[in-house]
């Protein structure tokens, strides 16, 4: 037999809206159930009445707040950002990741200048300062796939403690996806997360982080 619980469960976790009204309280069970309904039927494939649905989402709501929030509290130790960017998207082929360990051998790169590369299995990413893109360009000489200009980075700096706290880069994500920020490319090391969106955006970015760096600041000064 199919049991409810679990169904209902795997419902709310795909709805961040719904997850976040239950655990905060703010949920109208009677409605959510009402809406649910349909999907929890045709999962178990049997009549489920909404009173046992109700059930099944307070029992949630109390699972749910013995775990963590889903979003965290991170906090910001430093903001950088470079501008303007250029992204450059070649194919991942013999000839490009040739080109790409001969790059540093033939153009300089300051350290004032931003160039970072991911290799994928079908694409070669560059994201580079729009002052060296020609160069850039016209080492690798193949036409690439495409090209981004325009573009502003973001560095948001966190403790490694956060490393160990499940959600850490979900949560940073959501400052941004709660804006209607669009992110076009993410580059992440140890303890940094660096944002690219297009420059119209950047200074409501750094705006949004700004407001956590310096909250995170005057908690840690009160504490």
């Known amino acids: 037999m199919i049991k409810i619980q679990p169904i209902v469960r795997d419902i709310v976790l795909g709805e961040l809206e719904a997850y976040t009204a239950l655990t905060t309280g703010y949920m109208n069970m009677s409605s959510y159930a009402h809406h649910i309904r349909p999907i929890v039927q045709a999962r178990t494939k049997k009549q489920v009445t909404i009173t046992s ?41 013999n000839t490009a990741i040739a080109k790409l360990e001969l790059f540093h051998k033939k153009i300089s790169v300051s350290r004032e200048d931003f160039f970072t590369t991911t290799v994928s299995t079908t694409e070669l990413n560059i994201v580079c300062s729009s002052s060296i893109a020609k160069k850039v360009l016209k080492h690798f000489s ?5 090209v981004v200009k325009n573009l502003a980075a973001i560095g948001i700096s966190f403790d490694k403690k956060h490393l160990l ?58 504490s």
Do not use: C, G, W
Request: no cysteine; net charge positive; hydrophobic share 45%.
């Open 165 to 222: 706290i499940p959600n850490t880069l979900f949560s940073l994500f959501s400052v941004v996806a709660k804006a209607r920020i669009n992110i076009t490319e993410v580059v992440s090391t140890y303890t940094e997360m660096l944002f690219l969106v297009d420059e119209k955006d950047f200074a409501k970015t750094v705006a949004l982080f700004s407001e956590l760096h310096r909250e995170a600041i005057s908690k840690a000064y009160l």
């Open 53 to 93: 649905l109700v059930v099944s989402l307070s029992r949630l709501r109390k699972e749910f707040k013995k775990e963590r929030p889903l979003i965290q509290e991170v906090a910001i130790t430093n903001i950088t950002t470079k501008l303007p960017l250029t992204e450059i998207v070649y194919e991942n082929t």
């Open 142 to 146: 193949a036409k690439p796939k495409v």
